[in-house]
């Protein structure tokens, strides 16, 4: 018995460390959107060009994503965190010094080659570790760590770090740096516990015939191609939210600082999703129906934005949006490993199915609310788009509840 508990807590440990990288990796995302409205006075850029910059590194996963999920199920995930960890502090450095759109773009882009080993290297991490039924708690540790990482930028990275160390660039180097130098640790942690000598031992090789009855397996897989457009749904909104909320609430009275606070109670409200849902879904085995709750949320809240020309109910709708997609997050990451012929040793590969469709909804969102607010001049248009991705992830939800009846 005490060697179990002894086990327990140290899968939990190493979870706990390697959530920094997605602490980090969120942190950096999410600090262009923290500061689009000064970038795009610097660059002179146009709405569509700032939509495409939010949304460059949901656009990497597209092609990406299946590829590094696959890879991961085979390396293992301590050498893949690692070196994402490292691209991503490498491109941020690189974006603190870029001179103009093409090359932020370009390192932005870089920053989503290296986001998408830590998108899916902590659900194999988790899978490795802990048995299906039991992915729940520790999934959200690393996603309440992703949570950090935004809140973090919105809530002092902007107003205090920002103007403590002179600016959008040198807040960009510095946190390229840490990123870098976690990579190393991580690394070494890794390494020393050996968890891509232990994970290895339950991984196909690199054959072309194991590759292609793997990918066959997950691509044909009816319950988790619903989870896909589930997947699609919550990146639409999450990035869309997360990319344009500031730049809304500014446009709405509030003054940066006070919009990149509040954009950052999203974040924390979404951090109450991650904790609360999937503790109450696997108390009840109800992680189906859970998602099915979490649209309705969704769709509720996207009507508040809407319709929030009041400070309170604009607020209070950011909170209910922002506990619809946390708890929809941790779900989409803890179904598959528990689903027919995925299981553990496929996680890899399904999460990158999932986000490599998913992600087209996460590039969308911050494209398609730029685009429809520069033909239409107001953000409602794209506010619309996001309740009706709410509604999309209910019947999904009800479908695949239904399926597991």
């Not at 950090?148 to 160390?165: C, E, N, Q, Y």
């Not at 968890?195 to 066959?216: M, N």
């Not at 109910?313 to 989409?332: E, K, Q």
């Not at 506010?383 to 999904?396: F, K, M, P, Q, Y």
Request: net charge neutral; with cysteine; charged share 10%.
């Amino acid at each position: 018995m005490g060697s179990l508990v002894d086990e327990t807590r140290r899968a939990y440990g190493l979870v706990v460390i390697a959530s920094f990288g997605y602490t980090c990796l969120m942190f950096i995302w999410f600090s262009l959107p923290a500061y689009l409205s000064p970038i795009i006075e610097e660059f002179g850029l146009t709405g569509t060009q700032a939509g495409v910059l939010v949304g460059a590194v949901p656009l990497t996963y597209i092609p990406l994503a299946l590829f590094s999920g696959v890879t991961i199920d085979r390396v293992g995930p301590g050498r893949s965190l690692a070196t994402g960890v490292l691209i991503y502090g490498v491109a941020q450095i690189g974006r603190s010094i870029a001179p103009g759109f093409p090359s932020l773009l370009s390192f932005t882009l870089l920053i989503g080659v290296g986001a998408t080993a830590i998108t899916f290297g902590l659900p194999k991490l988790v899978s490795f570790l802990f048995p299906p039924e039991q992915t729940g708690p520790p999934s959200s540790i690393y996603l309440i760590g992703a949570s950090v990482g935004s809140a973090g930028v919105f809530g002092v990275g902007r107003p205090v770090f920002g103007p403590m160390l002179g600016g959008w660039r040198p807040l960009f180097f510095w946190s390229g740096v840490i990123a870098v130098i976690y990579a190393v640790v991580w690394f070494t942690v890794s390494w020393q516990v050996g968890i891509d000598d232990r994970a290895s031992e339950h991984d196909s090789s690199f054959s072309v015939d194991s590759i292609s009855q793997d990918l066959k397996l997950i691509l044909s897989h009816r319950e988790l191609q619903l989870i896909v457009i589930i997947g699609t749904m919550y990146l639409l909104v999450n990035h869309g939210v997360q990319g344009w909320l500031p730049t809304v609430l500014e446009s709405r009275g509030l003054t940066p600082d006070h919009a990149g606070q509040t954009t950052s109670i999203f974040v924390a409200a979404f951090a109450v999703g991650v904790l609360i849902v999937p503790i109450i879904a696997d108390r009840y085995s109800a992680r189906r129906a859970a998602l099915i709750t979490c649209g309705s949320v969704i769709f509720l809240g996207s009507i508040g934005m809407v319709l929030g020309g009041i400070r309170f109910l604009m607020i209070a709708s950011v909170v209910v949006t922002g506990v619809g997609v946390g708890g929809v997050s941790p779900l989409i990451r803890a179904i598959p490993p528990d689903l027919d012929g995925v299981g553990a040793q496929l996680t890899g590969t399904a999460m990158g199915f999932i986000f490599a469709v998913g992600e087209i909804g996460g590039f969308l969102g911050p494209v398609l609310i730029g685009t429809f607010h520069e033909v239409t001049g107001s953000f409602i248009p794209g506010l619309v788009l996001l309740s009706i991705a709410g509604l999309v992830v209910v019947l999904a939800g009800d479908t695949l509840r239904r399926m597991g009846d």
